[in-house]
Each structure stands twice: as C-alpha cells, then as structure tokens.
C-alpha cells in the first residue's frame, strides 16, 4: 500500500482494480479540515486521464506491475514479436498495446517490458537511441541561422524533423519521450 505522502510524477498506482500512473499532483490545504492532494492520473489501460482528490495520509494498493527484461525479436505483421530473456517464450504484443515506442526499437534491442496481470501494457525505453536515418532529401543552401528543419525516415520507419544538415546514412540521437531529434551520434 502507498500513503499520499509516497505521491510523486511517475508512481503507479490501482483504484477500483484500475491501474494508473501520477502524472501530475498538488498539496494543498483548504481554509477548513485537513490538508488534501489533487491529482491528474493516466489510466494506463486505456490512456484517459481523470482527476482526483485524496485525503492527506490516505491508503492506495499497489497494481500488479511487473517489469520484465526483454528482446524485441521481429515485427510479424502489425505485431512486435519479444523474447523473454529467461524462458525464451516468445510474447506477440499489438501495437496499441505499446503506442509509438514501436517505432524507436530495432531488431535484437533489449527493452523493459510492463506486464499488468501478465499482459502487456507497456514498454520502459532509454531516454534517447541512436538510429540510422534510411531517407532524407538533401539539404538546400543558404538559410542556415533559422533553424530550418526536413523530415526524415529513419531504419524503424519512422518520421523525425531533423536539421538541413543531416544525410542519408547519418546516425542521430532521437528522445523516445518526445520523438525530436537531439544530436548527431
């Protein structure tokens, strides 16, 4: 069980049997009656977000989290296909499972996988990867200082806005949270 006072950006918690994630929380004490914590919470289900009020000192269970090391292996149509790194059983996890961070894995990657009750729900990545951008057209000569940027493909697929100095063939630093280039690597 948690108290309100473990309450931080992040924590996952289960009301009414739901798992949800804190995305964002507020101590605040009212003129009358005794302090309370307003909070924003990701139903990590579904991805609603719903506000809640909670009693200063009041008791939430804990979900049935589980991270749980892996190998993305392969993409088999829609689905991912991972390995886990003990058994070697093989997980086939649809894409709204994991939403985006599809796109920043590549073949072989060890990743964290979220399992709620043994199911998929999640997958915990590193901050920023290092992937090979597959297409981009060439730069153009001349407006260098406005920051100008291209879209670019990049080995999984994806698109990303990179700079006009970014080549075929480069090796970028993209942030997983966000999906914006960071670097050349």
């Known amino acids: 069980m948690y ?8 924590l996952k918690i289960e009301i009414d049997g739901k798992p949800f994630e804190i995305v964002e929380f507020l101590h605040f004490k009212p003129g ?18 719903v506000d809640n ?15 749980q090391p892996m190998q993305y292996l ?8 991972f390995m886990d790194m003990e058994s070697y059983e093989q997980v086939h996890v649809h894409p709204g499972q ?8 590549r ?6 996988v979220m399992l709620y009750n043994g199911e998929v729900i999640d ?6 990867v290092v992937l090979t951008v597959a297409t981009a057209e060439p730069g153009i000569q001349g407006d260098r200082v406005s920051g100008a940027t291209k879209p670019a493909t990049l080995e999984t697929g994806i698109n990303v806005n990179v700079p006009l100095f970014v080549n075929e ?5 993209v942030d997983t949270r966000t999906g914006e280039y960071l670097s050349r690597a």
């Open 32 to 49: 009358k009656g005794g302090a309370m914590i307003r909070t924003k919470l990701r139903n990590i289900l579904t991805g609603q977000v």
């Open 53 to 67: 009020t909670f009693r200063s000192g009041e008791k939430v269970a804990k979900p049935d989290l589980v991270a």
């Open 3 to 10: 108290s309100t006072q473990d309450f931080r950006r992040g």
């Open 74 to 81: 392969y993409k088999e149509g829609q689905d991912f296909v």
């Open 169 to 173: 063939g480069d090796k970028i630093k």
């Open 123 to 128: 997958l915990n990545l590193p901050a920023s």
């Open 98 to 105: 994991i939403g985006d961070k599809g796109g920043f894995m």
């Open 107 to 112: 073949e072989a990657d060890q990743v964290e």
